[in-house]
């Protein structure tokens, strides 16, 4: 099954069989951003890039036609948890993404208790922002810190000062959000272990209940990527960046902040939070089904995964003609989706269900556990501190 953009694209019948019985979300990509970061690689435009092609008003009319043709594909089932991510949702302003919302509500609804994030740059925020945002529905809030130091922010091409995210974070927390992420990325060129230091104090000053962290990842055609080739910066260090995991670690879970995914720490459940976990994001490593709509983005329901052409201009003219944006799809195969179902799992707390592995790969998971990267627990495999470290290596032994 290959769609194109001279073909209609069709789910098969099977694919949508089990819709609603497994876990159903909405990822929205707005592809939207004030300037371009050097390190990112992600699917975003500038203004000055999109020139009259393209605009907020453009993309949002042909996300609503979107959103209308994808219910009626799927059967409208109620959404579970709804992402919007960029690119810079909060360039839309409070007004804007209130009106993101009511189109996903407008097309599907949402289930009683649904969790609801949206993405935010702390410079395009404020109070005002965050009442509106709590006042259509938004229950949770993922803000873009990356670094408490002012050089480390430099070298990413960030455009926030230092303190802002973590008053953002506070802001959105006196709005009435439970539930607010903070973003960090580590290993930066330049970055010292007190630079470290200094962002995880100011994260714990937020009194946030969910973290992300995330090693520097130098991607191919970035403008990142060509300061390493020129030697004008150096290339993240593998060593480097495992000490900064440990690190990190150590002071979150110190803080109560426990791992549940090998990049990500929340706070305990309680009667009063609910889960403090993003429960989008488990959604994808559970094996869940998610619409991705919007420029460039990817969706998956019943073991069949497509992605939408990637520029906005192109995006809202195929959907002016009242067809679906995709730019390409994929029919997994049983060897595809065991694959990946080990991938995402492994990196679990919960860990790996022993049950599902062959007998070769239960072997390896043995060897796995012999060299201390992993436990058993509960028929489960699940890493260890040190497997935490090198789960990429764990995951490709247990494949192997």
Not at 3 to 15: E, I, N, Q
Not at 324 to 329: C, D, F, I, K, R
């Amino acid at each position: 099954m290959n769609a194109t953009a001279t073909t209609p694209f069709v789910l098969p019948a099977a694919s949508i069989e089990g819709v609603g019985t497994r876990p159903f979300g909405i990822y929205v990509h707005v592809p939207f951003c004030a300037t371009r970061c050097g390190y990112c690689d992600f699917n975003t435009y500038t203004a000055g890039e999109l020139g009259t092609s393209a605009s907020p008003q453009s993309w949002l009319e042909g996300l609503k036609r979107e959103l209308d043709l994808a219910a009626a594909m799927t059967g409208a089932p109620a959404v579970e948890t709804v992402f919007v991510g960029g690119g810079t949702p909060s360039l839309l302003g409070g007004d804007g993404l209130s009106e993101v919302l009511g189109a996903v509500r407008s097309s599907f609804g949402l289930a009683a208790g649904a969790e609801v994030t949206t993405e935010s740059n702390p410079e395009s925020t404020s109070p005002e922002f965050f009442d509106a945002l709590r006042s259509a529905g938004f229950t949770r809030i993922s803000l873009g810190m990356q670094s408490a130091a002012q050089h480390v922010l430099k070298i990413l091409d960030r455009t926030h000062t230092p303190g802002r995210a973590v008053a953002a974070a506070k802001e959105a927390r006196a709005a009435g959000f439970a539930h607010v992420n903070l973003d960090l990325i580590y290993g930066t060129p330049g970055e010292r272990d007190e630079d470290l230091d200094a962002s995880l104090d100011a994260v714990l000053s937020a009194g946030v209940d969910h973290v992300s962290a995330y090693a520097l990842i130098v991607e191919d055609g970035t403008a990142m990527a060509r300061k390493v080739r020129r030697g004008e910066l150096p290339a993240p260090d593998d060593d480097v960046l495992a000490s900064r995991y440990e690190r990190i670690d150590a002071r979150l879970s110190a803080a109560g902040l426990n791992w549940y995914e090998v990049s990500n720490w929340a706070k305990a459940e309680t009667v009063e939070s609910g889960d403090t976990r993003c429960r989008h994001n488990l959604g994808y490593w559970d094996g869940g089904d998610w619409w991705g709509a919007g420029p460039g983005a990817h969706s998956h329901i019943g073991g069949v995964r497509w992605w939408n052409v990637k520029h906005p201009a192109r995006y809202a003219e195929q959907l002016a003609q009242g067809e679906l944006p995709v730019g390409g799809s994929e029919e997994l195969s049983a060897d595809d989706i065991h694959m990946e179902r080990v991938m995402l799992t492994a990196r679990l707390r919960t860990g790996l269900p022993l049950s599902e592995l062959t007998v070769s790969e239960r072997n390896s998971a043995d060897q796995v556990v012999a060299d201390g990267l992993a436990i058993v627990d509960d028929d489960h495999l699940i890493l260890t501190d040190r497997g935490r470290l090198l789960a990429d290596a764990v995951i490709r032994t247990v494949l192997t």
